[in-house]
């Protein structure tokens, strides 16, 4: 499976704050403000970016995420995302595996349901070390989303 490493998905309890703090300590570049609400997941977020590094600021308003947050405080790198150039492939790799890609709620993801709310196809990989998770983004469509929010 072809795969590159992405970005990381940090919480955040205030994300303009955090914005302001890393636009200012590394000169970063910051997105717009996104949100996601689907399946009673409601974030904000945004990337920053310097250099080649770039790391999504999150913070949650609702559902797993808020929980999360709540549980380990701010700050907690849960998640590390990476790009591939078929997410259907990747999709079926895993499963020939034997291993269920999932939504971002830990429900079984349907290969026809990769759509997000970003408009990336995107599908996460079951926990199976706490909370840390594994997400997987068609890289074409990644980009042109980075391209969109800058």
Known sequence: MDLKFSHIDVLV????????????????????????????????????????????????????LKDLLDSHGEGTIYRHCYTTPNIEAAYDAFVAQGVQPEDENGNALAKTSLESPSGTRILWLPKKFGSFSIELLEESELNKFIQDIF
């Open 13 to 64: 309890n205030d994300l303009e704050a955090a914005c302001r703090y890393y636009a200012r300590l590394f000169c970063a570049e910051i997105s717009r403000i996104q949100a996601w609400d689907r399946g009673g997941l409601r974030v904000r977020y945004a990337m920053v970016r310097f250099g080649q590094e770039r790391f999504i600021l999150v913070q949650p308003l609702q559902g797993n």
